[in-house]
């Protein structure tokens, strides 16, 4: 059985970019571990109109990523307790450190995270440098691939094309469940996306998920 | 949250002089405003848990509202205000939201850490 290793800063990461691949992974018998690094405390979005606020968000936010992987059928949530903007200012070795240990438990054959330093927010980047480096400290031939999302502008300028392209319209329900799941960030027609984009390409970025296959440097870690 | 009654927060804010209180304070364009649109700055700002007793404490302005706590030897102040949370008891809870909900600003105060 396929063992998946999901690595994100904040509850709704996943539904964005991820959700539809893990749904796919998951029909097919994939056991999925998501570990969720803060409960996006200071998130700006408080619901459409607003129902949560600054107190009450993190709980919100919480089962929020609770139904949004029951959307998916994620198996396995672990919630790792850091605070929403701090990561890049944690220790890097304690923080890789942390996501090794996941690493030990669940030996997983692929591990989901972003890319770091293309991946616009700093949690994301720095939620990747830490995945990053505590699979680098796995012996060359135990190491998982590494699927990466990225979204900075110009990252396909600097990565090239996309490695992985998963058409994931047959998951859409598990897709739309887990981005409806999350209804103090957003509502579907208030998308980040909907707005920049015309129909068709809305209808890509939603059944289609894209990433990069980290690759090592070659003089090693 | 409900949109700020100024006589109702004036005689919250004063319940909580001269106790000391945990203080969260933050400002943000959003984490995305700078993604989304490159003339903007991206900035935010935020405090939390710092330790506050204040003096003085006053509700300002017509709406969207300015708060200064004065203490013994600074200035707390956040503009922008729009609402609070009139079910709290012990904590105040200001936040300013913008035309769509999004939070801009938030000053809160509590006897107990956030």
Redesign the interface.
């Known amino acids: 059985m396929k063992k998946i290793l999901v690595v994100l800063p904040h509850p709704d990461d996943e539904a964005f970019g991820a959700s539809g691949t893990l749904a796919m992974h998951i029909s097919r018998g994939a056991r999925v571990t998501y570990a969720c690094l803060t409960l996006g405390e200071?998130g700006?979005?408080?619901?459409?109109?607003?129902f949560a606020?600054?107190?009450t968000l993190p709980q919100v936010r919480k089962a929020e990523l609770e139904a949004s992987c029951r959307a998916i059928g994620i198996q396995d949530l672990r919630l790792l307790g850091y605070?929403d903007?701090t990561l890049e200012f944690e220790d890097p070795d304690a923080l890789a450190g942390r996501v090794g240990e996941l690493l030990e438990e669940i030996r997983p054959d692929l591990v989901i995270t972003f890319y770091p330093g293309y991946s616009?927010?700093p949690d994301h980047d720095a939620c990747g440098a830490a995945v990053i480096r505590a699979v680098g400290r796995l012996p060359e031939a135990e190491r998982p691939a590494i699927h990466c999302m990225a979204f900075?502008?110009g990252c396909e300028q600097a990565l090239g094309a996309p490695d992985v392209v998963n058409d994931v319209r047959p998951y859409l329900e598990q897709k739309l469940g887990a981005l409806n799941a999350h209804r103090s960030q957003f509502r579907y027609g208030t998308l980040?996306a909907r707005g920049?984009l015309s129909e068709s390409e809305f209808a890509e970025w939603l059944g289609r998920e894209r990433f990069w296959i980290y690759r090592w440097p070659k003089s090693g870690v | 949250m409900r949109p700020i009654d100024p006589k109702d927060v004036q005689s919250r804010i004063e319940r909580l002089v001269g106790q000391d209180l945990y203080f969260h304070i933050e400002m943000t364009i959003g984490a995305y405003a700078a993604h989304y649109d490159e003339t903007k700055h991206q900035a935010s700002v935020f405090v939390k848990n710092g330790r506050i007793r204040f003096s003085r404490g006053s509700v300002a302005g017509g709406g969207p509202y300015r708060v200064g706590l004065k203490t013994e030897e600074g200035w707390v102040y956040a503009e922008g205000l729009t609402h609070y949370q009139d079910e709290e008891t012990e904590r105040l809870i200001l936040e300013g939201h913008d035309r769509d909900g999004k939070l801009v600003v938030a000053l809160l105060l509590s006897p107990h850490p956030f």
């Open positions: 200071m700006r979005n408080m619901g459409f109109p607003p606020n600054r107190v605070h903007k616009v927010h900075s502008r980040p920049r």
